[in-house]
């Protein structure tokens, strides 16, 4: 006791992940058990998600005790994640982490999956950071597009919304046109590995009319910018979903699309990740030309519209950083983009490690570690807030 050590538990969606962090930095373990069982629906199952969470949970708790080389009895607090997220898979989670606080006699600290994701990068980029007062967060996920302007108050940060997708998520498009085009689920990590191998200019995709429409927003430009404090950055990624299924149907891709399918899931790459060399050959073999090159357009201009977004808000609010988090943060084009458009704006950068930038408990953890300090602590009556909001 005493070593500032915390279990983090997370659930929130489609992974069950344990960790133990020290005082909010120091990552000793940092076990994911990613539920692949999905794959077969091209989505979140959520009654599937709670019986792979009940499934994973004692093992993989356990599992990130034995590799920080700890026990129950070195631990000083419990944190859990509190939402947003599906219900009964924030459920498994948080009734584990009330459970064994009352237990061990332990504090129990709700954490806001969101502010995890932040605490994903923050708690590895205190040195570039250090001399910043606000800071533009962008959170883009499976399940979330959110604009966050974090402000410093002492040891922690406050948030404020900014901006946030209108409709689909960021990763929720990725997935989506994975899908139009036959490819496995999740497909944000195959778009990105297959539009290395395409032609990003060869579709023109538009967001400017998109935004414009989507906020509902007809004032001139001049005058939208030098409006009031509250000037929002939302974004809107359903017409590109559309744009794509068009595209398809248009230039007569269903048939092939049809077949990519099942050649992948003949060949046992439904529930794979493209990860390897052989996964990848056997993918972009799979992947015409046509298609290699409408993945590549479509990733060069959601990227692009990321960027331009996350960097007018930096501007407006007078951001003097910015930081990406979120599964999306591991796009490879997404953070080259980013980190030339910091660079050229001479605004630090930072992204969370490649394995905190998808759901993870360490970042739980990490957040947990200001409200530790406070005595923040949850009551035994926590429970799930699937929209539960940040700032
Ligand atoms: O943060 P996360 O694990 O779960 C949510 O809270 O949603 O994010 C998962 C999302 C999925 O939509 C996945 O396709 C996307 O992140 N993703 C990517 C990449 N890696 C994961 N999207 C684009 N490029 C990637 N490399
Ligand atoms: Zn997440």
């Given at each position: 006791m005493g070593t500032g050590l915390i279990l983090g538990i997370e659930s929130s969606c489609d992974e069950t992940s344990a960790a133990v962090v020290r005082e909010g930095g120091e990552v000793l373990s940092n076990v994911v058990a990613s539920q692949l069982i999905h794959s077969n629906y091209g989505g979140v199952v959520p009654e599937l998600a709670s019986r792979e969470h009940l499934r994973a949970i004692v093992p993989v708790v356990r599992a990130a005790l034995e590799k920080a080389e700890k026990t129950y009895a070195d631990l000083d607090a419990i944190a859990v994640t509190e939402g947003p997220g599906l219900a009964g898979a924030l459920l498994v989670g948080i009734t584990f982490a009330k459970s064994l606080a009352f237990g061990l006699e332990?504090?129990?600290?709700?954490?806001?999956?969101?502010?995890g994701h932040i605490h994903a990068v923050l708690m590895d980029a205190a040195s570039e950071f250090a001399q910043a007062s606000a800071l533009l967060a962008l959170v883009v996920s499976g399940g979330h597009t959110h604009l966050y302007l974090a402000t410093r108050d002492g040891d922690t940060w406050r948030y404020r919304n900014v901006g946030k997708t209108l409709d689909d998520a960021a990763g929720e498009a990725f997935d989506k046109a994975a899908k139009l085009l036959g490819l496995p689920y999740p497909g944000g990590p195959w778009m990105d590995a297959l539009a290395a191998h395409g032609d990003p200019k060869a579709v023109p995709f538009s967001f400017a009319q998109i935004k414009e429409k989507a906020t509902g927003n007809t004032a001139p430009k001049l005058a939208r910018e030098t409006s009031s404090d509250d000037e929002r950055f939302d974004l809107s990624f359903s017409g590109i979903k559309t744009a794509v299924r068009r595209y398809v149907e248009v230039h007569g891709m269903a048939g092939r699309v049809a077949e990519?399918?099942?050649?992948?899931?003949?060949?046992?790459?439904?529930?794979?990740?493209?990860?390897?060399?052989?996964?990848l050959a056997l993918a972009l073999a799979f992947v015409d030309d046509q298609t290699r090159n409408l993945i590549a357009s479509f990733?060069?201009?959601?990227?692009?519209?990321?960027?331009?977004t996350l960097?007018?808000?930096a501007a407006r609010y007078g951001a003097q950083g910015v930081l990406v988090s979120g599964g999306v943060a591991a796009n490879s084009e997404l953070r080259r983009r980013m980190t030339a458009e910091a660079e050229r704006r001479k605004l630090p950068i930072a992204f969370p490690a490649i394995s905190l930038s998808t759901d993870n408990a360490a970042m739980i953890a990490a957040a947990a570690w200001p409200k530790f300090v406070h005595k923040q602590f949850a009551g035994s009556t926590l429970e799930p807030v699937p929209q539960l909001r940040l700032g």
């Open positions: 332990l504090p129990l600290i709700a954490v806001n999956h969101l502010e990519r399918e099942k050649l992948l899931r003949d060949n046992g790459l439904l529930t794979t990740k493209p990860g390897n060399a052989e996964t990733q060069a201009s959601v990227t692009a519209y990321l960027t331009r960097f007018a808000a």
